[in-house]
């Protein structure tokens, strides 16, 4: 109301200050047009001019620059900061993850994912978690990681990405790398190879009179991945081979979208024993 009140003072300022050019007589019509009706609203009723605030309108071009680039910081620094994420698991500890973009070349990203316990504050609490741990209370753990994801070579591979993991509790880490390449098949096809390569190292505690040891095992997976873009069905074959194992693992899986953010996976897959081991689960994901 303000504003066009403001407006309105404004063209009539402006239309008395203007002095009608010597014409021709306008026609019946444009004059018709140009003659106020008794009928039009009164934009200005109930409004006492007075006592209008027009000091809301004194804004410098530096204020407001100063205003702009303020905003655009606060979005910068919620892009590029720490990225928290919480889940209870079941035993009544907290899973968190937190993630950083690093650079935005090679898209480098850090982070840690943790076990957080919670500390029982009556006797009912600490029963519960013993219960739900097998007799022992929840121990907090935690591993840090860093990831790259970088451009493949030519018409060999389209993407590599590249990952390191450390587990300081358990004395574990891991260095791998994957290699992809996407194939279009059609445009409701689409096919989806991969190879990776991964270094896995287990530390033991030093005891007394016997020193600490540190193993390493060699693995290397292959999978190919069938998608059908309008059912929103995938299908998944691989294989694994490690150095622990003589033979190669396989393993089947399907995945099928229900709707928005939710889906429905499965898989068979062959375990170092000979026993086959089977999982089916649903997953939902929602990003704010």
Known sequence: MLAAAFIFGSVLTASAQIIPPAAAEPDDETEAAATPDVNDPDVLKGIDV???DWSQLAVDAGTLNDIIAAKKRAQAAAKDGLDWSSNLNANGSSAVKVKQSVSSFWDTRIG???TVASEPTTMSELLAQKAANGGNLPQSSGS???AATAPGA???WDKTAVEARVDPGSEQSKLGASLTKSVPLSSDYSLTLQNGYSVNQQGTTALPGIAGRTTRNYETDQSAKVTITDTGTSIT????LSTTDDKWL???GAEQKLFDNVTVSGSVGETSQGAINKSLTAGFKKSW
């Open 237 to 240: 074959a691989g294989q694994t």
């Open 250 to 252: 396989r393993k089947f």
């Open 50 to 52: 007075d006592k209008l």
């Open 112 to 114: 840690a994912d943790m």
């Open 154 to 156: 030519g018409s060999i």
């Open 144 to 146: 840090a990681w860093a």
